[in-house]
């Protein structure tokens, strides 16, 4: 088998050869079978390494791909009351995907091109006050938590690179593409409707000379998260979930 040695050298400096790899060997078979003289006679070999290869190339972009799934709709506890008020800081904040603003919770969900399937779902958030609307009281909110509904809605679509998928912690490598959503809560928002087991604890912020810090607490648990809507869109979010 006879090979221009120009054509060699190209193969040995190709950037993307692996020169450690079975398959690559191959490769480099296959295309000098090409160059050479007894070609028919070593066609069967070039054209069986070059299947070889694209099914191995193929086989690792499946592996890299992450698979949709359907979600079912997240409920509440049995024992959950539903309570409206004003969010307000507790101890911190997070920083939203977008705009790196400061929220108190943020729900991300990446859906599946043309499906409902979802990608990838991620919920950052912090435990914030709540100033009731009802009696003037104030509740802490803290725990797993589901934002169903916001008016801080951000839609767009996403594929492998995006600056988004990164911060999502999405391999840059993954093949990735989809619709992500992203709703936040931020202090201060207009009226949350809250839904939750409600209880009664010593929380040591907020003592204050002989008082203990008892104060009404709704803590969500997986499996059983705080649901958290805009009043505003209650129905809304119904029809849709």
């Known amino acids: 088998m006879v090979a221009p040695v120009e054509l060699v050298r190209e193969l040995l400096y190709y950037?993307?050869?692996?020169?450690?790899?079975?398959?690559?060997?191959?490769?480099?078979?296959?295309?000098?079978?090409?160059?050479?003289?007894?070609?028919?006679?070593?066609?069967?070999?070039?054209?069986?390494?070059?299947?070889?290869?694209?099914?191995?190339?193929?086989?690792?972009?499946?592996?890299?791909?992450?698979?949709?799934?359907?979600?079912?709709?997240?409920?509440?506890?049995?024992?959950?009351?539903?309570?409206?008020?004003?969010?307000?800081?507790?101890?911190?904040?997070?920083?939203?995907?977008?705009?790196d603003a400061p929220m108190l919770i943020e729900h991300a969900t990446l859906r599946a091109r043309r499906s409902p399937g979802v990608l990838l779902r991620r919920i950052e958030q912090t435990p914030f006050l709540l100033d009731l609307v009802d009696d003037?009281?104030?509740?802490?909110?803290t725990g797993a938590m589901h934002v169903r509904s916001s008016l801080s809605h951000h839609s767009t679509w996403v594929k492998r690179g995006d600056p988004l998928l990164a911060k999502l912690g999405v391999p840059a490598d993954f093949a990735v593409t989809g619709a992500l959503e992203i709703k936040s809560v931020a202090e201060r928002d207009p009226v949350l409707a809250v839904t939750g087991v409600v209880s009664e604890e010593a929380v040591a912020e907020l003592a204050f000379h002989r008082d203990g810090g008892v104060v009404q607490v709704m803590r969500g648990v997986p499996g059983a998260p705080i649901i958290v809507e805009d009043r505003r869109l209650i129905g809304a979010s119904i029809l849709r979930y």
Do not use: E, H, N
């Open 15 to 99: 950037r993307d050869m692996k020169m450690v790899s079975g398959r690559d060997w191959a490769f480099i078979t296959a295309l000098l079978a090409g160059s050479s003289i007894a070609f028919p006679i070593l066609a069967p070999v070039a054209l069986g390494s070059v299947i070889t290869l694209v099914v191995a190339k193929l086989a690792k972009l499946r592996r890299s791909a992450i698979v949709a799934i359907d979600l079912p709709p997240v409920k509440s506890a049995a024992d959950a009351q539903t309570v409206y008020g004003i969010p307000r800081k507790f101890r911190s904040t997070v920083c939203s995907l977008v705009d």
């Open 136 to 141: 003037g009281g104030t509740m802490l909110v």
